[in-house]
């Protein structure tokens, strides 16, 4: 009932006030189940895509968006519970991930849709970066379920990383044909196979955003963009200490000299009585 409630109001707003664009809704289907693979270009992708979609879209979240303090936090983890979304942990426990794909199997078992970021996380420059193996093409294998893949147009511009306030301009939405994976299922222990369906997903996305392609996960992109952001920000701090140190050499050379030979009030100048 809830997820109702959120539907009708909050899923009204975002269409009434973005009035975002789609292409290939008929691809989601109308009954039984099916997994939503979607690029992850902003926050507000988990509003604007279940927004357009009739049906609900049971999507892992990172489990930080449950755990949230203040006005804003405890706001977010309402609205995340409120729409069934599954936290996941983000930090490398494999057990953590394991339940989250248990979650998604279940999801699909109860015949509803199951969506998912194979990136694992936004893209930190709008490029398209690696599938993680792990949730989407197990879930797929595990359960036989098609895979939809969706691209995400424009969003970071609405809200990019950081932004509270989202711009008010159009989003769209790509839906692509289901992908049918059916001659892999049961073998979700195979790495090979694992990362084949993940990597004909991707490229998948790919065609449908248009985006740039970097075949390497996102996660070490962000941390080679935030190692980066500091080696450039320690990089102005020196160059502004040595031009602060400069300024005060160069001050020093300027001050003219009291008190010598040759100069004024020094013993060049002064009378003598010798003829």
């Not at 699909?108 to 194979?118: A, K, Q, S």
Request: glycine share 14%.
């Amino acid at each position: 009932m809830f997820y109702g409630i959120m539907k009708l109001s909050i899923g009204s707003l975002v269409r009434v006030t973005f009035r975002p664009w789609v292409e290939g809704l008929e691809n989601i289907p109308r009954e039984g189940p099916a997994i939503i693979a979607s690029n992850h270009l902003s926050f507000s992708d988990s509003l604007f895509l279940p927004a357009v979609v009739d049906r609900k879209i049971t999507f892992i979240a990172k489990s930080e968006y449950f755990t949230g303090t203040g006005l804003k936090g405890k706001a977010i983890a309402a609205f995340f519970r409120g729409v069934g979304q599954l936290p996941v942990d983000r930090s490398g426990k494999r057990g953590a991930g394991e339940a989250a794909i248990r979650g998604g199997i279940q999801v699909i078992e109860r015949g509803e849709l199951f969506g998912i970021y194979p990136e694992g996380t936004r893209s930190p420059d709008g490029r398209l970066y690696r599938g993680k193996p792990g949730g989407l093409a197990r879930v797929a294998l595990a359960t036989g379920a098609p895979v939809i893949p969706v691209a995400m147009i424009d969003t970071e511009k609405i809200q990019p990383p950081g932004k509270l306030l989202p711009k008010l301009m159009r989003p769209g939405i790509r839906i692509g044909p289901p992908l049918d994976f059916t001659r892999y299922q049961g073998m979700d222990n195979d790495r090979y196979i694992l990362r084949s369906v993940t990597d004909e997903v991707m490229y998948e996305i790919m065609k449908l955003s248009g985006q740039e392609y970097v075949d390497v996960y996102a996660l070490e992109a962000k941390r080679e963009l935030e190692e980066a952001r500091k080696a450039e920000k320690a990089a102005e701090k020196a160059a502004e200490k040595a031009a602060e140190k400069a300024g005060r050499t160069g001050e020093k050379g300027d001050r003219p000299a009291t008190g010598g030979q040759g100069t004024p009030g020094g013993k060049g100048d002064q009378p003598t009585d010798r003829p």
